[in-house]
């Protein structure tokens, strides 16, 4: 019995609570917004649909890494050296063709965790919130310009490149490879030439020496004559002082 009376008051109360509320909106302004003819003032950070900027877009992916749910899909190709790409907005260098730039917003959480990575603040999210479809791939946004003209053209030129850096590269690797050979045999015909000098020098220095031999046997046996042809004459003339005259 005490049950019954506690879910009759209860029953009772939540009716006239929900009327209650009821009566005191029902001489109130009306508030309902007739869209679309009337639009309430968004919010100032309210999140929405994604918008690229892609001539501001320098391709360096870090949107793509920041997403959760991998609904940003972004291609490069990288430009060769005769390319000028500009600079964006914000004055960083562009190096990067941007072949593919794809949001599928089907996908899309409205984080807004792609926004704040951008250096060059080329993705942010737009008040539009009035893109509903019938095809789940009309959801799939495309914001790259390029054609695919363009985009085989920037391939064809950058395979190129790279096949005359290659050739570079290789050529560069062989001289050098050949320099180190000569370095290596270097040394040797050096130490071959040093040994030639010493040896040139040393034979340099017996004929000298046998010359300087030479030259003081001549002169010892020159003055050894005159030294001879002197006394001779010496003894020529002390024979006839020495002689007696036979007529004495």
């Avoid at 010892?220 to 001879?228: H, T």
Wanted: glycine fraction near 4%.
């Amino acid at each position: 019995m005490v049950k019954l009376l506690n879910n009759t008051y209860t029953t009772f109360k939540t009716i006239f609570n929900g009327m209650g509320i009821t009566f005191r909106h029902l001489f109130k302004r009306s508030v309902t917004v007739q869209y679309p003819e009337v639009r309430d003032v968004l919010p100032e950070r309210v999140r929405l649909k994604l918008h690229v900027n892609i001539d501001d877009c320098i391709g360096c992916r870090l949107c793509e890494r920041a997403c959760p749910v991998e609904c940003i899909t972004i291609g490069t190709i990288k430009s060769t050296d005769d390319d000028d790409l500009g600079e964006t907005s914000t004055g960083h260098k562009k190096r990067l063709w941007v072949n593919q730039f794809d949001i599928d917003m089907a996908k899309c959480c409205y984080c807004e965790l792609c926004v704040h990575p951008c250096p060059t603040d080329c993705i942010t999210m737009v008040e539009d919130y009035e893109y509903s479809v019938y095809d789940r791939q009309d959801l799939l946004f495309g914001f790259s310009d390029m054609t695919p003209e363009q985009v085989n053209e920037a391939e064809e030129k950058l395979a190129k490149e790279a096949l005359e850096k290659k050739k570079k590269k290789e050529a560069a690797k062989l001289a050098k490879k050949k320099k180190a050979e000569s370095s290596e045999n270097q040394p040797a015909a050096d130490e071959d030439a040093e040994k030639a000098a010493k040896k040139a020098e040393r034979e340099a220095k017996r004929a000298a020496r046998r010359a300087e031999k030479e030259a003081e046997k001549a002169r010892k046996e020159a003055e050894g004559g005159a030294s001879d042809s002197g006394s001779t004459g010496a003894s020529d003339e002390s024979q006839p002082e020495n002689r007696q005259d036979p007529n004495e």
